[in-house]
T-cell receptor
Framework: GAVVSQHPSRVICKSGTSVKIECRSL??????MFWYRQFPKQSLMLMAT?????????EQGVEKDKFLINHASLTLSTLTVTSAHPEDSSFYIC???????????FGPGTRLTVL | QKEVEQNSGPLSVPEGAIASLNCTYS??????FFWYRQYSGKSPELIMS????GDKEDGRFTAQLNKASQYVSQLIRDSQPSDSATYLC????????????FGTGTSLTVIP
């Protein structure tokens, strides 16, 4: 498999602030990373596909100006939640595509709580 | 519309029994199929992948794929309390790039 890390694992912030979440591929270069959001007792919701060196592709209904994605290197993608509000509180998970069979490997997730 | 459907459960089985998890998908060009396990508060973990019709066994886990019926299942033999989790079915479709679709998951509880 692939090893993916995320930082921070948990963040609590005040409404109106911005929060940056990092996703790193630790053992190989990932040209494509995915960002998901998961609300309690719900399934994963794909937010965007992050492509190294180009703009991210956002899913319908996801505001690209609110959820800024930067994939500046083959091992790092960042998601910035701008002007966070309580409704943005969720579990944010990144994933990378495996080398061989198109499987996805997930990072440990970041739990965001906006007060 | 590409959809992956799972019974949300909850599914309860006694310890030592076989747990059967089912998934159907609607897109006939789906190519790769995956089962993920997600413990409460954690991210999904890949446990099985299958690409061709038939069975694939890995320890206590067996994945079964029937493309004609658009059906993929996961059997867990000798279920253990530690298997209690939500199991997500995922389907990969290649249309100019890989598109992943996840089911809503089936909650499994193994009763000691």
């Amino acid at each position: 498999g692939a090893v993916v890390s995320q930082h921070p694992s948990r963040v609590i912030c005040k409404s109106g602030t911005s929060v940056k979440i990092e996703c790193r591929s630790l053992d190989f270069q990932a040209t494509t990373m995915f960002w998901y959001r998961q609300f309690p007792k719900q399934s994963l919701m794909l937010m965007a596909t992050s492509n190294e060196g180009s703009k991210a592709t956002y899913e319908q209904g996801v505001e690209k100006d609110k959820f800024l994605i930067n994939h500046a290197s083959l091992t790092l993608s960042t998601l910035t939640v701008t002007s966070a509000h309580p409704e943005d509180s969720s579990f944010y998970i990144c994933s990378i595509e495996g080398r061989s069979y198109n499987e996805q490997f997930f990072g440990p997730g970041t739990r965001l709580t906006v007060l | 519309q590409k959809e992956v459907e799972q019974n949300s459960g909850p599914l309860s089985v006694p310890e030592g029994a076989i747990a059967s998890l089912n998934c159907t998908y609607s897109d006939r060009v789906s190519q790769s199929f995956f089962w993920y396990r997600q413990y409460s508060g954690k991210s999904p973990e890949l446990i099985m992948s299958i690409y061709s019709n038939g069975d694939k066994e890995d320890g206590r886990f067996t994945a079964q794929l029937n493309k004609a019926s658009q059906y993929v299942s996961q059997l867990i033999r000798d279920s253990q309390p530690s298997d209690s989790a939500t199991y997500l079915c995922a389907v990969n479709v290649f249309v100019g790039g890989n598109q992943f679709y996840f089911g809503t998951g089936t909650s499994l509880t193994v009763i000691p």
